[in-house]
C-alpha cells in the first residue's frame, strides 16, 4: 500500500466536504431551505443527478474519495426516505453499550460521533428514551457539521425527567417532551414542547401513534439515537426502515446490553440480514435495510419475513 501525501489527504477531506454539503441540498436540508452556513460548492453540484424513479445518483465527476461517504447518506436524501426511521446504536464487541452503571462517553470513536452528526442533520427529528438523557445529558445538536439540527423528541412515559438536562434549557433545537397521556406534567422542562401520547400493554408508549403524530408535524424523517431499550422497541414494533449498529473494539464486560429482542428458539427464525459495511476509524458500522421489498409491514414479525436476506456487504471506508 504507497503512502498518502499530505496533500492527498487535504483533497480527499476537501472532496468529502463539498460532497456533504450536496448531500445537505439533495436531501432538502441545505441552504435554500435550512440556513446552513455555505452552499455547497458548484462543481459538487453536478456529483449527484436525479434518476428516472425521482431518486439520486453519483455521477462519474464525484470524486473517489467522497465515495463512500456519499453512498452510506445517499438513501437518506431520497423522496422514499420521508416516512423512514433509522435506529442506531454503537457498541462494543461484547455487545455492551455502556458499563453496568451507565458510563458510556463514549463507546465509539470520534468517526462515529461525527457520524451520528451528519445523521441528525438529515433527519427531521432526533429521538431518545429518557434513560439516554438521563446518563449521557446529550445536546443532540449538529455543532460538529454543517447542517440543521434536529427536533430533539424525548420519550419519558412517567414524565420523571428534571428540568436541568441541557436540550431542555439551551434552546439550540426545538425539543418535545413525549409522556404518557396519564403521566403529562402541568407545565413543561425548560423550553421543550408536551406531546401526550397513548401506552401499550407493557406501559410504554405507542411508538405507532409516536410516528404518527411526528408526521402530523411535518417530521417525516426519523433518527432513533437511543438507548438501547428504546431502539430495540421500535425494533420489535417494525418501526425501523434501517438499523445501524457500530461496533468498536472494546470489550466492556457485563454492561448494557445493546438490542434486547424477544427469545429465538431456532436459529433458522433468527433475522440475517444483508449489511453495508462502512468503517469509521478503528469502528465497523453495519447498515442495514429492514425494509421489506412490498413497501409495508404492520408488525416485528412480518418486517423480519420481509428482511431475510443472504449476508453480505460491502467494506468502505467514511472520511
Not at 462494543?92 to 457520524?115: E, K, M, Q, R, Y
Not at 472494546?250 to 468503517?279: H, M, V, W
Not at 412490498?294 to 449476508?311: F, W
Request: aromatic share 4%; proline share 7%; charged share 20%.
Amino acid at each position: 500500500m504507497g503512502v498518502v501525501t499530505q496533500a492527498e489527504q487535504d483533497a480527499a477531506a476537501e472532496s468529502a466536504a463539498a460532497a456533504w454539503l450536496a448531500l445537505l441540498a439533495a436531501a432538502g436540508r441545505g441552504t435554500a431551505v435550512a440556513g446552513t452556513a455555505e452552499p455547497a460548492p458548484p462543481e459538487a453540484a453536478g456529483w449527484l443527478c436525479r434518476d428516472a424513479d425521482g431518486g439520486w445518483q453519483m455521477r462519474p465527476s464525484l470524486p473517489q474519495a467522497a465515495r463512500d461517504l456519499v453512498s452510506l447518506y445517499l438513501p437518506l436524501c431520497t423522496d422514499d426516505a420521508d416516512g423512514w426511521v433509522v435506529g442506531h446504536l454503537g457498541q462494543s464487541l461484547d455487545g455492551c453499550i455502556a458499563t453496568h452503571g451507565g458510563d458510556s462517553c463514549f463507546v465509539t470513536g470520534p468517526d462515529n460521533i461525527l457520524h451520528l452528526h451528519r445523521m441528525r442533520a438529515l433527519c427531521h427529528a432526533v429521538i431518545v428514551g429518557a434513560g439516554t438523557v438521563v446518563n449521557d445529558d446529550p445536546r443532540l445538536t449538529t455543532r460538529l457539521v454543517p447542517g440543521p439540527s434536529p427536533v430533539r423528541v424525548v420519550l419519558d412515559p412517567r414524565g420523571r425527567l428534571a428540568t436541568e438536562h441541557r436540550l431542555f434549557q439551551d434552546e439550540a433545537a426545538p425539543t418535545l417532551l413525549c409522556t404518557a397521556e396519564h403521566a403529562q406534567p402541568t407545565t413543561p422542562p425548560g423550553a421543550a414542547g408536551l406531546l401526550a401520547l397513548p401506552t401499550d400493554d407493557d406501559t410504554g408508549l405507542r411508538l405507532d401513534a409516536l410516528v404518527t403524530a411526528l408526521a402530523a408535524r411535518g417530521l417525516t424523517r426519523l433518527f432513533v439515537e437511543g438507548g438501547g431499550v428504546t431502539v430495540s422497541r421500535f425494533l420489535a414494533a417494525g418501526l425501523l426502515s434501517r438499523l445501524q449498529i457500530a461496533v468498536a473494539p472494546l470489550l466492556i464486560g457485563q454492561g448494557r446490553p445493546g438490542l434486547s429482542l424477544p427469545r429465538t428458539e431456532r436459529l433458522a427464525d433468527a433475522l440475517r440480514l444483508a449489511p453495508r459495511i462502512f468503517r469509521m476509524g478503528a469502528d465497523m458500522l453495519y447498515d442495514l435495510d429492514l425494509s421489506p421489498a412490498d413497501g409495508g409491514c404492520t408488525d416485528g414479525a412480518e418486517m423480519a419475513a420481509g428482511a431475510l436476506a443472504d449476508a453480505g456487504g460491502v467494506l468502505m471506508r467514511v472520511l
